[in-house]
């Protein structure tokens, strides 16, 4: 089977992977710029907030993660939302410009504005952005896609993403030490160079989106009808498939973003230093751009199913032995499996949901995947923290469980929507397992 590719999804997955690369900058630089001197911190930093029996220090390492989490519900709630109004316009171009515009105008105010509300005001133009950007993207490449062609091409697409943001932070604590910089006379700092190439990177997939990608024609009048997305399967007993896919889309996320608010925790634990704690979480992120395009390929042959349950029966061993291994090389292992894992679930989810969605609904079909997506980062980063002063296994025995009902959902609720062995083209099958 050759791959057939398209030239216009080519340039959507380098402008993801360029903003991407550029976005993940600010996961590293902003807990370092705000954790600075640099910032104005509000006045109740160091104090107590007593919800009745329990303190809660209002600390700075509390303010980090609200400022990162913020825009991980801001993008994921939003998405629903703005695929839905892009799919209602048929204008997924000028989404993406606009989404890329906030970033960028997001990006840029780090350069300005010094104040902690100001800086998480910035964030949430970023996470708006990020809304406006992701679900019209993976929209786009479904419309493009022919059907035995669309497992590989979000494989494709996936790829150069996270490419980009496995490059990204590994570079900006670079460029932050490397610091100060002087750039025609003007001098700079670590930080505002960090900011310039976030600047810069969205400006970069500004340009490539606005001079190679048009709208598809829209084909379908559906498009303007009922958007909504149901729980319930409007074809039969049990669980809508793309719902179900949310939701275990959701717990996928979360097993792999409990791992790097843990770094001081897994250090400690393992007797290891920064560089392999780096080595571990970047693991993930190799494994995930090594299989994302096979797997992809193979699922458009094969059919979604297959790696979908195969995909999250390799979750729940990789994610729970990581809460009991003892020594960095096995944890390195573990990361690389459980990367493998995301793989096989990831691309297939979204080849399946692209096959479920009717003509001129792929912004809102998949904007429930890719939020999900989202939701399960921001969970995953918010209560890590929390679950690990139970014990340094806990929150890897909690995301190994939910994976479990991941793998429930996926088994029970989801099944083939294309003919395989030959590469899609049949009529499609009943989307729920047997």
Avoid: H, W
Wanted: glycine residues 12%; negative net charge; aromatic residues 8%.
């Amino acid at each position: 089977m050759r791959p057939n590719l398209d030239t216009r999804i080519l340039a959507l997955a380098l402008a993801r992977m360029v903003d991407a690369l550029a976005n993940s900058f600010l996961v590293v630089v902003l807990p370092l710029y705000i954790g600075s001197q640099l910032v104005s911190m509000p006045s109740f930093v160091g104090t107590t907030l007593s919800l009745g029996v329990v303190e809660v220090p209002l600390s700075t390492e509390l303010l980090i993660g609200v400022v990162l989490s913020l825009f991980g519900f801001l993008n994921s709630f939003s998405q629903p939302f703005t695929g839905s109004l892009s799919d209602r316009t048929g204008r997924r171009r000028v989404f993406l410009l606009t989404g890329l515009a906030l970033v960028a105008v997001g990006s840029a105010g780090y350069l300005v504005f010094t104040a902690y509300g100001s800086i998480l005001v910035m964030r949430a133009l970023q996470g708006l952005g990020a809304a406006f950007t992701i679900p019209v993207t993976v929209a786009l490449v479904n419309e493009l896609s022919d059907e035995d062609e669309r497992g590989g091409n979000f494989g494709l697409f996936n790829t150069f993403r996270l490419l980009g943001f496995g490059t990204g932070p590994l570079v900006a604590g670079g460029v932050v030490t490397a610091g100060p910089y002087s750039l025609a006379g003007v001098a700079l700092s670590g930080f505002d160079a960090a900011f310039l190439v976030a600047v810069v990177g969205a400006a970069v997939s500004f340009v490539l989106i606005a001079l190679l990608i048009e709208d598809p024609e829209r084909t379908d009048s559906e498009a303007a009808d009922d958007i909504s997305i149901s729980v319930r399967n409007p074809d039969g007993p049990g669980l809508d498939p793309v719902f179900a896919l949310g939701v275990a889309t959701v717990v996928m996320a979360l097993s792999i973003a409990m791992y790097a608010p843990l770094a001081n925790v897994i250090n400690e634990r393992l007797d290891q230093g920064t560089f392999l704690f780096s080595v571990q979480f970047g693991a993930t992120v190799l494994a995930n751009v090594v299989f994302q395009y096979p797997i992809g390929r193979l699922s458009d042959r094969y059919g979604r199913r297959p790696f979908l349950v195969g995909g999250f029966v390799l979750l729940l061993p990789t994610t729970l032995a990581q809460g009991f291994v003892q020594t960095p090389a096995l944890m390195i292992l573990a990361r690389f499996l459980q990367g493998v894992a995301v793989a096989a679930v990831f691309a297939p989810s979204l080849a399946l949901a692209g096959d479920i969605a009717k003509a001129g609904q792929s912004g809102s079909t998949l904007s429930l995947l890719t939020m999900g997506f989202g939701l399960g980062v921001a969970i995953g980063a918010l209560f890590s923290g929390v679950l690990v002063g139970f014990g340094f296994a806990v929150p890897f025995v909690a995301a190994t469980a939910l994976g479990a009902v991941g793998l429930l959902l996926v088994y029970t609720q989801v099944g083939e929507t294309v003919e395989v062995g030959g590469g899609g083209g049949g009529s499609p099958s009943p989307a729920r397992g047997d």
